[in-house]
């Protein structure tokens, strides 16, 4: 993985490289970025960056002075490079997650009751993962490993493991790398690595990537260096929906749009783009305004067999059309001029005909509590039902389900 590879992100990724050039690399750095925006990528590229023969000036030929000055060009060479090279054994190795000095820590299964798993156990399935899913969260590994309902850990005999491993000498590269995505799962178990996290070998280096500090354990928070990497930007998505997949520019722009700044999200939002939530959307609308209970049943009897995700991209879809609907009854200016397309504008004024924003925002809350329960496997027909009857009450304006 190459910084080049990585959607946008430039000015992260110019502070990594400067970090390098400057020599104020510390020996524990935590990459904190929300799902979508390509820590874990960044991570695998520092990763590579680093061990790259041209970027630390191993692909010198010979110690000797040169006569002709090739020895100066390399080291401006080493000084000057803003990516890895690509090229070097060390970067193919890198690449293709294979480089000896480069591990990996993550989230496991138990294969066999007695037997306590450790990344490595996985280390295949995670290299076909990451070469398949680079922006992909934890529920994506976990399914792509066939946890189900199994929850994914970070063992205690994975941090013994660690220990071992970088109590070792490095094998080609000068620096020993850990990559450690998803520490939030690390729990009392982390415990173990403080002191090698506090005083590490020499040229050791551990990334931390995570989504949410306030599930790391302060005890390992404190002992590193945060790189913050932000949300990507709707321009960005859109460029890389355009440029990498091929997007036609007014779907990317739709896409870019719903994904706020999560490119996974937006990947997702793709393979579903030919399913017509406004139209979902629509029929619900009408079963529950005209109070149709045999419809409203079949409705959600039709939508409980629909998977995870694609209950979240509806929720979401339908979150973004009331958004739409509040910005055009705030700025009426705004209409015919919205780039989301006539029929999405349409269908927001019908809303904004239907209820007020108060009522809109009461809709946008229960509709955001349903996707956290959709998220944690909730039963679809009991949430959907219950939605159903949310939706309704504040759509007729009842104030006790408005003040909940």
Request: proline share 4%.
């Amino acid at each position: 993985m190459q910084f080049k590879n990585i959607t946008g992100q430039n000015e992260t990724k110019e502070q990594l490289v400067q970090m390098v050039k400057h020599n104020r690399l510390s020996h524990a750095l935590l990459f904190l970025g929300k799902e979508g925006s390509g820590a874990l990528s960044l991570a695998m590229a520092f990763a590579q960056y680093i061990v790259c023969e041209k970027v630390n000036g191993k692909n010198k030929k010979s110690a000797e002075p040169s006569l002709f000055g090739e020895e100066a060009v390399a080291e401006k060479q080493a000084v000057t490079q803003h990516d890895s090279c690509g090229v070097c054994p060390a970067c193919i190795k890198a690449a293709r997650l294979m480089h000896p000095d480069i591990h990996y820590s993550y989230p496991v299964i138990t294969k066999k009751a007695s037997q306590p798993p450790i990344s490595t156990d996985f280390i295949t399935e995670w290299r076909e993962f990451f070469s398949l899913h680079p922006y992909g969260n934890v529920y994506d590994w976990l399914q792509f490993i066939q946890a189900e309902n199994k929850q994914g850990n970070i063992t205690a005999e994975e941090c013994n493991d660690i220990n071992r491993k970088i109590s070792l000498k490095s094998f080609e590269s000068e620096y020993k790398i850990l990559i450690i995505w998803m520490p939030e799962y690390l729990t009392k178990n982390g415990n173990k690595l403080l002191k090698l996290i506090e005083e590490p070998p020499p040229n050791t280096l551990f990334i931390l990537v995570a989504e949410n500090e306030g599930l790391i354990l302060p005890t390992i928070l404190s002992r590193t260096q945060l790189v913050k990497i932000p949300l990507l930007t709707s321009l960005e998505i859109e460029a890389a929906l355009e440029l990498k997949s091929g997007v036609a520019m007014e779907k990317a722009q739709q896409v870019a749009a719903l994904s706020e700044g999560n490119y996974r999200e937006a990947l997702q939002l793709l393979q579903h783009a030919e399913d017509d939530w406004q139209a979902t959307a629509r029929e619900w609308l009408n079963l529950l305004v005209k109070k149709n209970l045999a419809g409203q049943v079949k409705w959600i009897e039709e939508m409980s067999k629909q998977g995870r995700e694609k209950q979240k991209q509806f929720l979401k879809y339908f979150t973004h059309l009331l958004e739409q609907a509040i910005r055009l009854k705030s700025i009426p200016s705004l209409i015919n001029t919205e780039q989301s397309g006539t029929n999405e504008q349409d269908f927001a004024l019908r809303l904004n005909k239907l209820c007020s924003v108060p009522q809109q925002e009461a809709i946008i809350n229960e509709l955001d509590k349903a996707s956290y329960y959709v998220e944690r496997n909730a039963n679809g027909k009991m949430l959907f039902h219950a939605l159903s009857i949310k939706l309704y009450h504040i759509i007729s304006n009842n104030s006790l389900i408005l003040t909940n």
